[in-house]
Nanobody
């Protein structure tokens, strides 16, 4: 399973970004897709997840600001990030779990929120 993440960048506080992550390879049994993030000097944090049935879960720190979604083919996952804050600055990693294995990780994309 290979994951390709994109969409990070530099944005001002209050701005928006949309992260994308496309899965390829042996992806016939994708179960959960989601995003983690890790800021310098901090522990990795689970940001959001979405199941095959469309159920979502969010970290308290992003509830109401971030929205996770996946495409109809269920091979890509997205993270719409609104009202960004400086504390959202981190490297964001997408991941997927299959029914029988995983998680598998993408390469990470940098999100920097700064004026």
């Amino acid at each position: 399973v290979q994951l390709q993440a994109s969409g990070g960048g530099l944005v001002q506080p209050g701005g928006s970004l949309r992260l994308s992550c496309a899965a390829s390879g042996n992806i016939f049994s994708i179960n959960i897709m989601g995003w983690y993030r890790q800021a310098p000097g901090k522990q990795r944090e689970l940001v959001a997840t979405i199941t095959g049935g469309g159920s979502t879960n969010y970290a308290d720190s992003v509830k109401g600001r971030f929205t996770i979604s996946r495409d109809n083919a269920k091979t890509s996952v997205y993270l719409q990030m609104n009202s960004l804050k400086s504390e959202d600055t981190a490297v964001y990693y997408c991941f997927v779990t299959l029914v029988t294995s995983g998680p598998y990780w993408g390469q990470g994309t940098q999100v920097t929120v700064s004026s």
